[in-house]
């Protein structure tokens, strides 16, 4: 006859089971706490102090938070990023729409394309960073080589030492090396929706234009909410690509929030007041997520 199992080994066997979950999540746990929430909890530590972390501690309270409400270099840099965001995020999604629909479609070498047209997302920002800052040298980059032997331009251009033309080199740099995200996205979730709904569109008697309104948008929504939200976070907070480019110049052109607050910290060596900035950007970046969840909910 076979034995019957007590309750309390039961409860033993549930326990461990329970343990052997602490252990696998253990190190991950770990790490996130370690990499993540303390640098966060020690950013808003520092936040209240003016401080240079060696020998200067003088508690300030609430006074960094107080000027970045104050003082126009804030407002102005958090707009910069703000425009520079929303320029990039829409280049990505033009472009990636465009590729995604292509791509979407049976053509032969389409894997070939879709290896090529990854590429820029494959290759670190830095190293794109000082690709461009050859292309376009004004005295050996190869773009003014090009533009002038097609009669475009007569002399050399700047383009990154000019103040009006630094800014949308850099967000074209950016877009550039952006989309193939956005169009990777936007490709696996048009291969998830059944060509049985088009199909259903079509004998409704619904045009190419219903059909992408009622059959594609719908479909693409979960993804566009993630993919829209991750990016924009993302290029809101950029910092390798425009810092290798420019340094946040001409004068402020590429001042984005992020190089603002990378120079506040380790140019001025005022800690405390680049940890309020950079709280105040974290607190940015999650009412962007919030705007764009409400934005593109279903109802």
Known sequence: MAKKSSPRSGGKKIAGYQNTGYKFIGPAAFLMIALIIYPMLYGVYLSFYNTNLVTKWKFVGL??????????????????????????????????????????????????????????????????????????????????????SLGIISSNISWLGSASLAFPCVVAVCIWKGYPLVMTMILSGLQAISSDLYEAARIDGANKWQ??????????????????????????????????????????????????????????????????WGIIVFIICYLISKVFRFVLKED
């Open 63 to 148: 006074k960094y938070y107080m000027q970045a409400f104050t003082q126009p270099e804030f407002y102005k840099s958090v707009l910069l990023t703000l425009l520079f965001m929303v320029l990039v995020v829409v280049g990505h999604f033009t472009i990636g729409f465009i590729l995604a629909t292509a791509l979407n479609k049976e053509f032969r070498g389409r894997t070939f394309f879709r290896v090529i047209f990854m590429l820029p997302w494959l290759f670190p920002e830095t190293v794109i960073a000082l690709l461009f800052t050859w292309i376009m040298n004004p005295m050996y980059g190869i773009l003014n080589s090009i533009l002038k």
């Open 211 to 276: 059909q992408f309104m009622n059959v594609t948008i719908p479909g693409l929504r979960p993804v566009l909410v993630t993919t829209i939200v991750l990016d924009s976070v993302w290029w809101f907070k950029q910092y390798t690509l425009v810092y290798t480019m420019t340094g946040g110049g001409p004068g402020e052109a590429t001042n984005l929030i992020s190089l603002s607050i990378y120079g506040t910290a380790f140019n001025d060596l005022r800690f405390g007041k680049a940890a309020a």
